[in-house]
């Protein structure tokens, strides 16, 4: 079994800043990627940031400048830094890992259980 566990999220003014951390669990062979998606009340869900293995990343265009992503691979864990919060920011954050389990034969997708990020005044 794969697990992955965020935590960091919260209630913050516009302007302020938060880190979220994931880490990810379990019977893994090897992570391909890791990265963080979010999914506002209505809303489908949406990618923020990516980063593989290697470190190579990618962002939605509306939180470049003002979040980072990064990976700690010997802890199968990935953080995202979020400065200059916005409102429009204000979602359930959910880890998302691509990797290969030591029981599966290929490459799946696992996802954790969200945390909640509110940006209000």
């Known amino acids: 079994q794969v697990q992955l566990v965020e935590s960091g999220g919260g209630l913050v003014q516009p302007g302020g800043s938060l880190r979220l951390s994931c880490a990810a669990s379990g019977s893994i062979f090897v992570i391909y990627a890791m990265g963080w998606f979010r999914q506002a009340p209505g809303n489908q869900r949406e990618l923020v940031a990516t980063?593989?293995?290697?470190?190579?990343?990618n962002y939605k265009d509306s939180v470049k400048g003002r979040f980072t992503i990064s990976r700690d691979n010997a802890k199968n864990t990935v953080f995202l830094q979020m400065n200059s919060l916005k409102p429009e920011d204000t979602a359930v954050y959910y880890c998302?890992?691509?990797?290969?389990?030591?029981?599966?034969?290929?490459?799946?997708?696992?996802w954790g259980q969200g945390t909640q990020v509110t940006v209000s005044s």
């Open positions: 980063i593989t293995s290697g470190g190579s990343t």
């Open positions: 998302n890992a691509r990797l290969q389990s030591r029981r599966s034969g290929g490459e799946n997708a696992y």
